[in-house]
């Protein structure tokens, strides 16, 4: 059985105007006042799980085993939409089953799955949930319980086998091709694709074509001259694009779902 370490992580679309956020750290710690709970993104777009989901399976790791992730990017909330509770690499995910957990189950065939029955949960001793606030009345509170150890996810789902896919391709390999997406862009406003630097492992010059312009790799933001592109590795294993002390986003009029190619060499 998987320990708990009591931490607990909260990825929203809610940004930082008003108590929402808040709100539900105080659901928590009312009911477990030992945890640890830390904000890992509230700035995600808003209805764009596909960005939550690339940042909690890019970052779960770095927290300790036991972590409970609560995602919430939820435009079914009120809904007959599912929620699920996953148990992946020793890490709890707790998310709607709207794709945003899909790129992370599709990739382990050793994933746990479970779907919240909130007929279960008797014994918390929940309010009535409204019908647009789930975060604080129903995913809070199943989160402060699982951290505590008093709440299984056995005892709070039936398991799942089936789950709604991701809303983004995974990137075309074809050959010394990688086609892949923007899939985030940072404060910087560096592009941040969906580009697995494993996917380009084998390539002797790799280069990316976007917008039109074709952008030699670095190995670092400082490697380039001020106002010059360039792509690289960064800190997350992806490829993204950047502007040396400038914004990529910004200077080529890019969002997120540009595409994105990496190919073994200039095409021009």
């Given at each position: 059985?998987l320990?708990?370490?009591?931490?607990?992580?909260?990825?929203t679309d809610?940004?930082?105007?008003g108590?929402?956020?808040a709100?539900m750290?105080?659901?928590?710690?009312?009911?477990?006042?030992?945890?640890?709970?830390?904000?890992?993104?509230?700035?995600?777009?808003?209805?764009?799980p596909?960005?939550?989901g690339?940042?909690i399976?890019?970052?779960?790791?770095?927290?300790?085993r036991?972590?409970?992730?609560?995602?919430?990017?939820?435009?079914?909330v009120?809904?007959?939409?599912?929620?699920?509770?996953v148990e992946?690499?020793?890490?709890?995910?707790?998310?709607?089953?709207?794709?945003?957990?899909?790129?992370?189950l599709?990739?382990?065939?050793?994933?746990?799955?479970w779907t919240?029955?909130?007929?279960r949960?008797g014994?918390?001793?929940?309010?009535?949930?409204?019908?647009?606030?789930?975060g604080?009345?129903?995913?809070?509170?199943?989160a402060?319980?699982l951290a505590?150890?008093r709440?299984s996810?056995?005892?709070?789902?039936?398991?799942?086998?089936d789950?709604?896919?991701g809303?983004v391709?995974?990137?075309?390999?074809?050959g010394?091709?990688?086609?892949?997406?923007?899939i985030?862009?940072?404060?910087?406003?560096?592009?941040?694709s969906?580009?697995?630097?494993?996917?380009?492992?084998?390539?002797?010059e790799?280069?990316?074509s976007?917008?039109?312009?074709e952008?030699?790799?670095?190995?670092?933001?400082?490697?380039?001259?001020p106002?010059?592109l360039l792509?690289?590795?960064?800190?997350f294993?992806?490829?993204?694009?950047?502007?040396?002390e400038?914004?990529?986003?910004?200077?080529?009029g890019?969002?997120?779902?540009?595409?994105?190619?990496?190919?073994?060499?200039?095409?021009?």
């Amino acid at each position: 059985m998987l320990k708990v370490s009591g931490v607990i992580t909260i990825t929203t679309d809610f940004g930082h105007k008003g108590p929402f956020a808040a709100v539900m750290r105080g659901v928590i710690l009312t009911r477990n006042p030992d945890a640890h709970v830390i904000d890992l993104a509230h700035d995600i777009p808003p209805h764009w799980p596909p960005e939550a989901g690339f940042w909690i399976s890019r970052s779960y790791k770095y927290f300790p085993r036991g972590t409970i992730h609560m995602a919430i990017v939820d435009p079914g909330v009120g809904t007959e939409r599912d929620i699920l509770l996953v148990e992946h690499d020793d890490h709890i995910f707790i998310a709607p089953d709207n794709g945003l957990l899909g790129p992370l189950l599709d990739s382990s065939d050793q994933s746990r799955v479970w779907t919240l029955d909130t007929e279960r949960l008797g014994s918390l001793q929940l309010a009535q949930p409204s019908e647009t606030f789930h975060g604080r009345d129903i995913f809070a509170p199943v989160a402060a319980e699982l951290a505590a150890g008093r709440l299984s996810l056995s005892q709070a789902g039936n398991p799942a086998k089936d789950w709604t896919p991701g809303w983004v391709d995974e990137p075309d390999v074809a050959g010394k091709r990688v086609a892949g997406i923007i899939i985030t862009i940072d404060a910087f406003g560096n592009l941040i694709s969906n580009i697995d630097e494993s996917l380009i492992a084998g390539f002797d010059e790799p280069v990316a074509s976007i917008a039109g312009h074709e952008i030699p790799m670095l190995s670092s933001y400082g490697r380039a001259k001020p106002g010059q592109l360039l792509a690289l590795k960064n800190s997350f294993g992806v490829v993204e694009v950047a502007k040396a002390e400038g914004s990529a986003a910004e200077g080529l009029g890019l969002e997120r779902g540009a595409p994105l190619v990496i190919s073994n060499g200039y095409t021009t």
